[in-house]
Structures are given as C-alpha cells and as structure tokens.
C-alpha cells in the first residue's frame, strides 16, 4: 500500500533557488521572454532580483524596496522604465532579434 502525500506538507518551489550564476539567469530570463508573456517577464525579474538580493537591486535600482516587489508580481504591468531599470540593476539586458 502506497502512503497518500499531501500536497499541503510538499514544500512551495523556489526558482530562485536555482538561479545561482548568471548563465542561469540568462537561461531563465530568455525562455520567459521566448513565451512573450508581461505578467511572466515581471514575476520572473522578481524571482532575480530575490536571488541577487531584492534590497540590493532595489538600491541599484532606485526603486523602493516595497514597490519593486509590487512591480514584480505576475499579475503586475511595470512601466517599461521599470523593466530597464530593474534589468541594468541585475546586469542583464534585454536584445532584439528576428523572429524565427
């Protein structure tokens, strides 16, 4: 007889766990822009900025602490700016290519 799990004792899954070099972060940050989804793309510079240190980009930032994780949620639509801001602050930046 198998014992029953319950999904309540599983531990919640933390990508930023796993971001732990910048090849990481550029293989994460560049499948969420390949979905071309907003919501994904902030909750994702979120799940970063967590694992440089949220404090930290904040300051390099110059975005409040508490605003950037505001920002940062997948239901949230930043102001372009904000994106850029974010993205220089964790040293990454975002490339144009062609399509296909």
């Known amino acids: 007889m198998r014992k029953q799990i319950n999904i309540n004792d599983l531990p919640e899954f933390d990508i ?18 390949e979905e071309g989804d907003s919501g994904e793309l902030a909750a994702a510079l979120g799940h970063i900025a967590k694992a440089r240190g949220m404090t930290e980009i904040a300051r390099a930032s110059g975005i409040k602490r508490e605003a950037l994780y ?31």
């Open 70 to 100: 505001k920002a940062l949620r997948s239901n949230s639509h930043p102001r372009f700016d904000t994106i850029l801001r974010v993205c220089k602050a964790l040293g990454v930046k975002l490339i144009a290519a062609p399509v296909g």
């Open 16 to 33: 930023a766990q796993y971001l732990e070099s910048d090849a990481d972060i550029v293989e994460y940050l560049s499948q969420v822009l």
